[in-house]
């Protein structure tokens, strides 16, 4: 399969995953013909086993732009390409991606989506987390949400009272939590956020912030890899030279 999966299903077993491809803040700025080239140049960055789209799909949540973004996945992407809910995405999200809640797993891996595209996670996806996190625990887990934690790199993250709620139910499984994935912001960084590993991605289509960037951050696709294990370790791929991907220290 290709293309955009629409998740109707909150569990979802994978036979086996080598490689993620990683996208952010594609599409809030609109589906002019500048975003929309970087898109396809992101979404065709690297050969991968899928692609996770990390929020902010459309500018607008109206049915026309899930439409065009939809049909424009649908023609570029060579694998199957999985979503987050983002702050800019609405209530249609779920007529063409299916889902907010939701996991891939193998096993050894569980993939764990949450939606927080507004910032705050609801009670029915904290209660989604516990579950999938005590019903389908694996020995290693990947997390991926939209606004990121606060952290002193970024001032567009999730309260702290947000946090501390999910955190809760992470710090459980711990030891087995790998990587937290984010997007939201448009550039790209690494930290540690109460000693979990977070990366963050958001420069797959919208204009980036010139405020919030380093001067090695452009365009990029951030790439997951993962051993027979189900270890995962991460690099930063810019479109500027796709196929040259620069590993990173966290999540490794």
């Keep these: ?32 013909p500048v975003t929309m080239s970087t898109f396809e140049k992101a979404l065709t960055a690297c050969e991968s086993d899928g692609i996770v789209i990390l929020g902010d799909l459309v500018q ?24 987050l809910c983002g702050r800019h995405d609405t209530s249609h999200y779920r007529d063409y991606f299916g889902l907010r809640n939701y996991i891939l797993h193998t096993d050894q891996l569980l ?3 949450l939606d927080n595209g507004k910032g705050s996670f609801d009670q029915e ?6 579950s999938m996190l005590a019903n389908h625990h694996r020995p290693h887990i990947v997390v991926f949400f939209h606004q990121p934690p606060p952290n002193n790199l ?22 087995n939590i790998d990587l937290i994935v984010c997007g939201h912001h448009r550039g790209y960084y690494q930290t540690t956020v109460d000693d979990y590993p977070l990366v963050v991605t958001g420069g797959a289509g919208a204009k980036l912030d010139p405020k919030q960037l380093s001067k090695s951050t452009g365009n990029h696709v951030v790439i997951l890899d993962f051993d027979q294990a189900g ?5 930063y ?13 966290l999540g490794q």
């Design 154 to 175: 970024d001032d567009q993250t999730m309260d702290l009272a947000q946090w501390n709620k999910l955190r809760q139910l992470l710090d459980i499984f711990r030891p």
């Design 125 to 130: 996806t904290l209660d989604f987390a516990q």
């Design 231 to 235: 270890c995962v370790r991460h690099s």
């Design 60 to 83: 607008r949540g109206i049915h026309a732009h899930y439409q065009s973004v939809s049909s424009f996945i649908n023609n570029f992407a060579p694998v199957v390409v999985y979503a």
């Design 111 to 113: 993939l764990l989506f």
């Design 1 to 32: 399969m290709q293309g955009v999966r629409k998740i109707t299903h909150q569990v979802n077993r994978i036979n086996t995953i080598s490689k993620l491809t990683l996208l952010g803040a594609p599409g809030c700025d609109g589906l002019g």
């Design 237 to 249: 791929l810019p479109l500027s030279d796709t196929g040259t991907a620069r590993p990173q220290g």
